[in-house]
Nanobody
Framework: QVQLVESGGGLVQPGGSLRLSCAAS????????IVWFRQAPGKEREGVSC????????SYADSVKGRFTISRDNAKSTVYTQMNDLKPEDTAVYYC????????????????????WGQGTQVTVSS
């Protein structure tokens, strides 16, 4: 079965850190560009970060630039996102998705490019 499984979420205080993992099962992660999305209560799902298949280059939403870092370990078929200096507005369910593109192009954050979604992992930032 082909799937991506997200993990690592939890409750953290403002200013804290978390590292999310996105593990591939049933397919070779190396062949895909991977994107993290998130959906906060009452809001639309949005693209957060992207890491390309070709050269590992990255793109970020303005709201997380300088605080989040996406990385990939192809040997472990896993993509990570390190989230630092977390804010209450980062509270959301976080999802990862595989794009059949070589790079993080201008449309990497478009939700409708994703064919299927995993269950996500909840991140709650609160004091």
């Amino acid at each position: 079965q082909v799937q991506l499984v997200e993990s690592g979420g939890g409750l953290v205080q403002p200013g804290g850190s978390l590292r999310l993992s996105c593990a591939a099962s049933g397919f070779i992660l190396d062949y895909y560009t991977i994107v993290w999305f998130r959906q906060a209560p009452g809001k639309e799902r949005e693209g957060v970060s992207c890491i390309s298949r070709v050269d590992g280059s990255t793109s970020y939403a303005d709201s997380v630039k300088g605080r989040f870092t996406i990385s990939r370990d192809n040997a472990k078929s896993t993509v990570y996102t390190q989230m630092n200096d977390l804010k209450p507005e980062d509270t959301a369910v976080y999802y990862c998705a595989a794009l059949n593109t070589g790079r993080c192009d201008s449309r990497w954050s478009e939700v409708d490019r994703v064919g299927s979604w995993g269950q996500g992992t909840q991140v709650t930032v609160s004091s």
